[in-house]
């Protein structure tokens, strides 16, 4: 089992910034992928960004530009930078964590951007 703790969300005006946190911790493999994904009301769940153990990410093109995945493997954590924030970044912030198969979620961060 993988649990995932999330934080740093919250309020900001249009054109401000956040910084995520996501901390992983059970049975965490060498070799796996982190990230976020969101979920605006009324819409599907989609990826945000992800970054493999390696280093290798992907990003949405709607944040491209904007937001920057980053991790530290050795404290098991995920980190995602959102700058320039729009309200349509609106949403609830999932981590996310896959290894082996198998995926697991953080409970979820609420972001509101206002106009």
């Known amino acids: 089992q993988v649990q995932l703790v999330e934080s740093g969300g919250g309020l900001v005006q249009a054109g401000g910034s956040l910084r995520l946190s996501c901390a992983a911790s059970?049975?965490?493999?060498?070799?796996?992928?982190m990230g976020w994904y969101r979920q605006a009301p009324g819409k599907q769940r989609e990826l945000v960004a992800v970054i493999t153990s390696g280093g290798v990410t992907n990003y949405a093109d709607s944040v491209k530009g904007r937001f920057t995945i980053s991790r530290d493997n050795a404290k098991k954590s995920v980190y995602l930078q959102m700058n320039s924030l729009k309200p349509e970044d609106t949403a609830v912030y999932y981590c996310?964590?896959?290894?082996?198969?198998?995926?697991?979620w953080g409970q979820g961060t609420q972001v509101t951007v206002s106009s």
């Open positions: 996310y964590y896959w290894a082996r198969g198998h995926n697991y």
């Open positions: 059970g049975s965490i493999f060498s070799i796996n992928t």
